[in-house]
């Protein structure tokens, strides 16, 4: 009846605040292990490790013990302020340095760009599967036989902004500085899409 209705719902809302009032957080601190308190980013990766990043290391966290990454393990900053974390196992990193790379099996892998003296400053990574693309504003970057290889330079010009994507056929897009308009380059970087805002379609646009 009405009435047991009532007090069913009454026990299961008093059961569903106690199980909410008993959940508690933990915080870490240097004092629990951390290099740092500075903290820029924290991922899961597929096997369930938590990675931090810091200002003074790439740390690891296995639910009990803190593993820190620096200098001393390869890498060449310590300041790291982005993580990706890829299917294939791999944890990126990304730093302001001449090396950056990734962590696998607890081991440090960095690599340089294909331009001597290059310093990478990666403000934008986009993942693609298990590919990691960095993004200056300037250039994209992506790892190819162990360097970091430009795959889009001057990201803005001319009033244009260029993204790298991975496709068979089509190189990049390009957005127009009121990002208004949409260009689709294919391999040999000709227009084969036009994507007009006002219009919402997709038509054939001649290169001139």
């Known amino acids: 009846n009405l009435k047991n209705k009532k007090f069913h719902i009454t026990i299961l809302l008093l059961l569903m605040w106690n199980f909410c009032t008993s959940q508690q957080f933990t915080n870490y601190t240097t004092k629990e292990g951390l290099p740092s308190n500075h903290i820029y980013k924290v991922i899961q990766d597929f096997k369930g490790f938590l990675w931090i990043a810091t200002d003074k290391g790439l740390v690891k966290y296995n639910g009990s013990e ?4 620096t ?3 390869g890498l060449a900053n310590n300041d790291i302020w982005s993580l990706n974390a890829t ?5 990126w990193y990304q730093s302001k340095a001449p090396k950056v790379g990734y962590i696998e099996n607890d081991s440090i892998h960095a690599f340089e760009s294909h331009i001597k003296g290059e310093i990478l400053n990666s403000l934008l990574t986009n993942q693609i599967g298990n590919e990691i693309v960095l993004s200056n504003g300037n250039k994209s970057h992506v ?3 162990n360097r970091w290889k430009t795959v889009i330079d001057n990201a803005f010009n001319n ?3 260029k993204y790298y994507i ?3 056929n089509i190189s990049q897009f390009i957005v127009n500085n009121k990002q ?3 260009f689709i380059m294919d391999k040999n970087k000709n227009i084969v899409k036009f994507v007009a805002n006002d219009a919402f379609s997709i ?6």
């Open 66 to 69: 803190f593993k820190t990454f």
């Open 166 to 168: 991975k496709h068979k």
């Open 159 to 161: 009033g244009q902004y």
């Open 71 to 73: 200098t001393k393990d």
């Open 180 to 182: 208004d308009s949409v």
């Open 87 to 91: 299917p294939d196992g791999k944890i």
């Open 203 to 208: 038509k054939p646009h001649k290169r001139g």
């Open 143 to 145: 790892l190819i036989k």
